[in-house]
């Protein structure tokens, strides 16, 4: 594989870009919501209308800019902030400037096909041949944005395996099982996940229970069915048969005698009674993958889809047979790859960890996370540099208003000795901070919101009248108890401040029910304050977040042994908006197995 196109100091330079943009904007983002009326927030950083805002933002590259008038008249600006008064004045040279620092406008990442390209043409250039992979569609029993996340990364992970010719893959922060399972089932590969939660563990040991005794029960059952179809049908009717079933229209192996069954094969099919009737009845585009793989997923994700033929339609006996013959077919083309296991391991990990202490057969690996949390993600990428035995790693993290950050003022976050940001020396060498609710910000969607799947508005503007509130009628309005979740139960605004009241056990009988009700028409005609001010935050989260997975590259191109990095766009952003992996190769001659 060839290096990534951009070097160390392309990636700093890009970094000392990001970072002066931020320090100028970033303290739009760590603003909080709930103390926007307190603060006077608005006034505090914004010299410009709500509307205009949220022309700016809503415009986007729709539009091109109007000539401003007077613009001799306007105050010098940097990023649209009046270098004076660091107010906002000028939203669109914001919104501009907001698009070059993202990751987008930076031009960094790598596209997903363009790394599979260069994994196969390396894979081609050193003679080894490409294996192959019958299709195999989740979308029946995922929904929509696991289905396109596991498919999506798990081709890259067994394409890097295959690169680097290893057979094991480890998955931090597995949870149920799904990645995993997948990679295991697809492609052939041994999978141990790893998550700290036992009851995620739990349910995984016991789909893979299932899974291992489906494999087992079918396996024999297929062996005798061939014997006894080689029995009894020609070799012409054999042929037809499996042109019809590679077809897609009928199933392999389908005869219209009965069926016999062996009696651990009846115990398997009793044991997965818990099985959606309605996902079995399916005619699917992949039949031979059905129900092997949802066994091995718990009923809670199953989401049924459209089938092509009705259930409605198929007789009790029709199911059964297809179900029975699927399983079959799945277990024969699978013969080859029993070895092929995902075994969950319940631990918490870190850096230091020993993975030889949790896997006793391990092997050199690949490492995975798929959208591993707060500081898991950069946790991930510290093993894979520490650890010989890692060949690559494919991170894409999530959460990052639970990272841990080594220089907040505060001193409040980074309880550990090593933490979630920086994680790059260049970054450290700056002691670079965000910010907790910057980095909350980051966590926004800005695609999603474009598209009108916007914020939850009413119960910001809610919780911030509230603070109101208890800033003019309690003393302890910073009481460390929390308001918590009571918007989705409150029927109104009186009924809200009621529950939050009760919740942080203050005394309700000081406000009657009209001078709360006067508060919400008091800061409800600047409700839109609160928007606009929220989709400049939105406008400001590609920024945060590149920073972040920035630093995240910067630290594998720091590492000599580290033969190829990049940021790599794996999913669709609108079906899930934490859409970029690191990607990380060992020099072949830096990788031994002790």
């Known amino acids: 594989m060839k290096p990534s196109s951009c070097s160390l100091t392309e990636i700093q330079q890009q970094i000392d870009e990001v970072i002066r943009f931020l320090s100028i904007t970033l303290n739009i983002a760590n603003a909080h919501t709930v103390e926007f009326y307190t603060h006077d927030v608005w006034k505090r950083f914004v010299a410009v209308s709500p509307e205009d805002v949220l022309s700016a933002v809503g415009s986007g590259n729709d539009q091109q800019r109007e000539p401003q008038h007077r613009r001799s008249e306007q105050p010098s600006t940097t990023f649209g902030f009046c270098n004076d008064t660091k107010r906002l004045v000028d939203t669109q040279e914001l919104v501009q400037a907001a698009k070059e620092h993202s990751l987008p406008g930076l031009g960094l990442c790598m596209s997903r096909e363009n790394l599979l390209q260069g994994l196969r043409d390396t894979r081609s250039e050193s003679g080894t041949p490409e294996e192959t992979v019958a299709a195999f569609e989740p979308d029946e029993f995922m929904t929509?944005?696991?289905?396109?996340?596991?498919?999506s990364m798990s081709e890259v992970v067994a394409c890097l395996a295959q690169h680097c010719g290893v057979n094991q893959v480890i998955d931090v922060g597995s949870g149920k099982g799904y990645l995993s399972s997948f990679l295991s089932l697809q492609y052939a590969l041994r999978v141990y996940g790893i998550d700290s939660s036992s009851t995620n563990t739990h349910g995984a040991q016991e789909r893979n229970r299932k899974l291992k005794k489906f494999s087992k029960a079918y396996q024999k059952h297929t062996k005798a069915a061939r014997t006894q179809a080689e029995a009894t049908h020609s070799p012409q009717e054999e042929l037809i048969e499996k042109k019809t079933g590679l077809n897609g229209d009928e199933d392999v192996l389908s005869g219209n005698g009965p069926r016999i069954r062996s009696q651990e094969e009846e115990r398997v099919l009793t044991s997965s009674s818990d099985i959606n009737p309605a996902v079995e009845g399916h005619s699917e585009q992949n039949p031979e993958t059905d129900e092997l793989f949802l066994s091995?997923?718990?009923?809670?994700?199953?989401?049924?889809?459209?089938?092509?033929?009705?259930?409605?339609?198929?007789?009790?006996?029709?199911r059964e047979r297809r179900k029975r013959e699927n399983l079959e077919r799945k277990a024969q083309s699978r013969a080859d790859s029993t070895g092929a296991v995902f075994s969950p391991l319940t631990s918490y990990v870190t850096a230091e960890t020993e993975l030889r202490d949790l896997i006793n057969e391990l092997e050199d690996a690949v490492m995975v996370g798929l959208h591993t949390c707060g500081d898991l993600a950069p946790s991930t990428l510290r093993m894979f540099v520490a650890k010989p035995e890692l060949a690559a790693v494919c991170s894409v993290g999530c959460c990052y208003h639970l990272l841990s950050e080594e220089f907040d003022p505060a001193g409040q976050e980074c309880l550990q000795s090593v933490c979630g940001f920086p994680l790059s020396q260049y970054l450290r060498d700056q002691s670079c901070f965000c910010g907790r609710n910057a980095r909350m910000s980051a966590c926004l969607a800005l695609e999603r919101v474009a598209l009108g799947q916007g914020i939850q508005m009413e119960s910001l503007f809610y919780r911030a009248v509230l603070h109101v509130i208890l800033r003019d009628h309690y003393s302890s309005y910073k009481s460390e108890k929390r308001v918590g979740n009571v918007y989705s139960k409150a029927k109104s605004f009186v009924d809200y401040v009621r529950r939050a009241l009760r919740r942080l056990e203050l005394d309700e009988s000081k406000l009657s029910d009209s001078d709360i009700q006067d508060y919400h028409n008091t800061y409800r005609v600047r409700m839109d304050e609160m928007h606009a001010f929220n989709m400049l935050k939105v406008t400001l989260a590609p920024c945060i977040e590149g920073l972040i997975l920035l630093d995240r590259l910067c630290y594998l191109k720091e590492q000599e042994d580290v033969s190829f990095s990049a940021l790599v766009q794996l999913f669709d952003p609108l079906l899930s908006p934490r859409c970029y992996a690191v990607i990380g190769l060992k020099n072949d001659g830096k990788r031994t197995t002790s």
């Open 296 to 318: 091995a997923l718990s009923v809670d994700v199953i989401q049924p889809a459209s089938p092509r033929v009705p259930p409605s339609q198929l007789s009790a006996e029709e």
């Open 144 to 151: 929509s944005k696991k289905s396109h996340e596991v498919q």
